[in-house]
C-alpha cells in the first residue's frame, strides 16, 4: 500500500507514527496492526514555518517529523532533540543577540548547520531533507512541499509600544507563535513566496501514485493551509485517483494542539469539524476530501463527502493506528492481511 499524508509538525508527526504503527514501519518493523504487504509511506511536509534565525535555517515542521520518525524527539515537549542541552542559547542572551525569545538546542543546532552548509552550497531543501534522513533513517519519505521559499506571515495589529492603534503590519509566523503565543490581535495570514512557488520533486508522484492520500489531523490553516498554498497541490490532489482522507483536529469540540482555533477564527471558520470539513470541501464539489473522520460523538455533515464518527485522541501509536485503519476503511481498501 503506497500512503501519502500532508502534515505539519507535533500532531502530523503523532499521526505519521500511528500509519508507521499500521504497516509495520520504521521503529514498527514487524509489529503492523494492518495488512502485510510491500507498503510505502510518504509524508509531504509544511515549510511555511521556516525561518532564518542565528544564521541557520529553522525547518521546525520537517524537523519534528524527522526526530519523532526517527527515534530522536524530546517526548516531554513534542518538538526538538531528546536529551537536549541549552549553551549556545544562554551564550547568546549573554551577548544580547536578537531574537532572544527564539533559543536554539545544542543538538538541535547541529541539524540547522549541516542544513543551513547545504542549502549555502547550492543544494535544494528536498535533498537536504533528504541527506538529513539518511542519519535519522525515519522509515518514510519526507518530503517538503516545496523547495521555494513559501514562509507563512501573520497580519496584526502593530504590537510595538507606541503604535498607532490602527496600525498593522506582517510577522513572520514564529514570531507569532513563538513570542506572542497567537495572543494579539490578528487580521490575517499571508503565505509569503507561495505564488511563486513549485512542488518540490516527488511531491505531485506521491500524492498522484498513492492508494490513499491522508489530510492529517494537523492546523487546517497554518499546516495544511499553508501546504495548499503551493501551486499545483491542490490540483493534484482533485485529480489523484487515490481517495482523499481528512483527520478532524477538532476533539471534544475543541483544538487540542497547534492553537487551530485562534487560526480558524482568523479565517472566519469555526471551530467544528463540520466547519472544518466544510472549508475543505468535497472533491465532487471544488474542494478535496471523498471522506472525513471526526471524533466520537461528533457529527458533521459535507455534501459529498463520506462521514464517520471513530476515537481521534492520538494517545499512542495504537491509537493512531486504528484511526489510521478507520481512514483506510473508509477508502474502501483493504484493512486485514
Given amino acids: 500500500m503506497k500512503v501519502t499524508v500532508l502534515v505539519g509538525g507535533v500532531g502530523g508527526a503523532r499521526f505519521l507514527l500511528g500509519v508507521q504503527q499500521y504497516l509495520g ?18 509524508a509531504i511536509v509544511n515549510v511555511g514555518d521556516d525561518a532564518w534565525m542565528h544564521g541557520v535555517r529553522i525547518c521546525p515542521d520537517l524537523d519534528t517529523c524527522m526526530y519523532t520518525l526517527g527515534g530522536g524527539i524530546d517526548p516531554e515537549r513534542g518538538w526538538g532533540h531528546a536529551n537536549e542541552t541549552w549553551h549556545a542559547k544562554e551564550e547568546l542572551a549573554a551577548y544580547g543577540v536578537q531574537p532572544d525569545w527564539f533559543g536554539l538546542g ?68 514564529q514570531e507569532w507563535w513563538v513570542r506572542y503565543r497567537a495572543q494579539i490581535p490578528t487580521h490575517d495570514f499571508a503565505f509569503i513566496g507561495a505564488d511563486k512557488a513549485t512542488a518540490a520533486p516527488g511531491v505531485l508522484e506521491a500524492i498522484a501514485e498513492a492508494d490513499v492520500v491522508f489530510l492529517a489531523p494537523s492546523n487546517p490553516v497554518v499546516s495544511v493551509g499553508a501546504i495548499l498554498a503551493v501551486p499545483g497541490i491542490r490540483g493534484a490532489l482533485r485529480s ?11 476533539v471534544a469540540g475543541r483544538a487540542l494542539r497547534g492553537m487551530a482555533d485562534e487560526c480558524l477564527t482568523v479565517i472566519g471558520v469555526e471551530t467544528s469539524s463540520q466547519a472544518v470539513g466544510a472549508h475543505f470541501g468535497s472533491r465532487s464539489g471544488t474542494g478535496l476530501l471523498d471522506g472525513w473522520l471526526v471524533d466520537e460523538g461528533d457529527t458533521a455533515t459535507v455534501d459529498g463527502v463520506a462521514v464517520r464518527s471513530v476515537p481521534l485522541l492520538m494517545t499512542d501509536p495504537r491509537a493512531t493506528a486504528e484511526m489510521v485503519r478507520h481512514g483506510v476503511e473508509l477508502a474502501g481498501l483493504e484493512t486485514s492481511s
Avoid at 109 to 127: D, F, K, N, W
Avoid at 141 to 146: A, S
Avoid at 240 to 250: C, H, K, L, R
Fill in 25 to 42: 514501519l520504521g521503529q514498527f518493523a514487524g509489529t503492523a496492526t494492518g495488512p502485510s504487504g510491500d507498503h510505502r509511506l510518504t
Fill in 106 to 173: 545544542d543538538r538541535d543546532l547541529a541539524t540547522h548547520l549541516v542544513r543551513s552548509q547545504m542549502l549555502r552550497a547550492g543544494y535544494p531543501l528536498s535533498e537536504v531533507t533528504e541527506a538529513l534522513c539518511a542519519r535519522w533513517q525515519p522509515g518514510a519519505r519526507l518530503l517538503p512541499v516545496t523547495d521555494d521559499r513559501s514562509e507563512t506571515h501573520v497580519v496584526v495589529t502593530d504590537p510595538e509600544p507606541g503604535a498607532d492603534v490602527d496600525a498593522r503590519r506582517a510577522i513572520h509566523f
Fill in 240 to 250: 489523484t485517483p487515490a481517495p482523499v482522507i481528512g483527520y478532524s483536529p477538532i
